[in-house]
């Protein structure tokens, strides 16, 4: 079961499988948003970021609150799971990865190549995002990628708001 979450989870980030490739239920999601979360608390500490864990928490919360209002409002209920347990996985590789770019980082340098690797792990983590969202509101590639940037930048605003 693991590795075929892995490997679902994999394709994802591909753009090759969708939300409904995942196992159905609540427990999945769970388990992965716990681990996505734990993540922020990782983070805190290999990234010396004190406030990473708070961040990642309203972060997260706002957008699995955001698309599960969405699917609720579209008659969806039933793809909540498999779209949170989605975006948390993924979400969680794509942290992996922010992490060990971001260790690279000598803060008394300027490196314009991480920056450059971070900026395409970013727009791939928002292309992931709205195709996750794509399936699960059974849209287009656009309107999802659209939603994936309104929802990161409510995300954006919030955080702003709350941490300066």
Known sequence: MPGRLIQSLLEMMRLRSGPQD??????LAVILA?????QGFIADRVLDAPDAAPRTLVAIGIQFALIT???????LNARVHQTIGAL?????????????????VDPSKPQAEI???YLGLFLWSLAVDGHIYRHALSATLGLGVLLA????LV????????FG
Not at 93 to 99: A, P, Q, R, T, V
Not at 155 to 162: D, E, G, I, K, S
Request: aromatic share 12%; hydrophobic share 65%.
């Open 155 to 162: 995300n954006f605003l919030v955080l702003r708001a709350l």
């Open 115 to 117: 920056a450059f690797l």
């Open 88 to 104: 948390a996985g993924t979400g969680f590789l794509f942290g992996l990865l922010s992490i060990a770019l971001l260790s690279a």
């Open 149 to 152: 940037v309104l929802i990161f």
């Open 34 to 38: 716990l681990v996505y979360i734990a």
């Open 22 to 27: 995942l196992p159905r239920g609540q427990s």
């Open 69 to 75: 209002a969405l699917l609720k409002l579209r008659g």
